[in-house]
């Protein structure tokens, strides 16, 4: 499972010309889930994306977390995450969850960072999506488990 972090000022998320995910200060967390992916794995890397130190604290340091902040997450499923780009010039996606598990694994992510107290809105799984955000730093993580 892979979760490529961005921490925003701001990010929203549009389907056929309708807003259906908008944060304010957190996390935009595209979210790749591969075929030996299972809740173990999701709950690990829900647990990391909520306590990564991204944040800057008094000092300009990035040592508080998205609850130590009070930010938000916006979760977009992203299956070409879990792309192999090593060979040729067309991604392979062999890897990749099927439909039904990728989905099942997201929704259970997103609800366990609700059940942790954090505003969490999402995208549409499967649909074609346009992901709008204004990138702090820029900083950005790619986090596997």
Excluded: H, W
Aim: net charge negative; proline share 2%; aromatic share 6%.
């Amino acid at each position: 499972m892979i979760a490529l972090i961005q921490r925003v000022r701001r990010a929203s998320v549009t389907v056929d010309s309708t807003i259906v995910g908008k944060i304010d200060q957190g996390l935009l967390v595209l979210l790749g889930v591969e075929r030996e992916d299972n809740i173990e794995k999701m709950v690990k890397l829900a647990k990391k994306v909520i306590n990564y130190r991204v944040f800057n604290d008094e000092n300009g340091k990035m040592n508080l977390n998205l609850t130590q902040v009070g930010g938000q997450l916006l979760v977009v499923s992203q299956f070409t995450l879990v792309a192999d780009t090593g060979r040729g010039l067309r991604p392979s996606f062999s890897s990749a969850a099927t439909p039904e598990q990728a989905d099942s694994l997201y929704l259970a992510f997103v609800e366990y960072c609700r059940q942790q107290g954090v505003v969490t809105e999402t995208g549409k799984f499967g649909e074609d999506m346009q992901v709008e955000l204004v990138n702090d730093g820029p900083v950005t993580f790619n986090l596997q488990v």
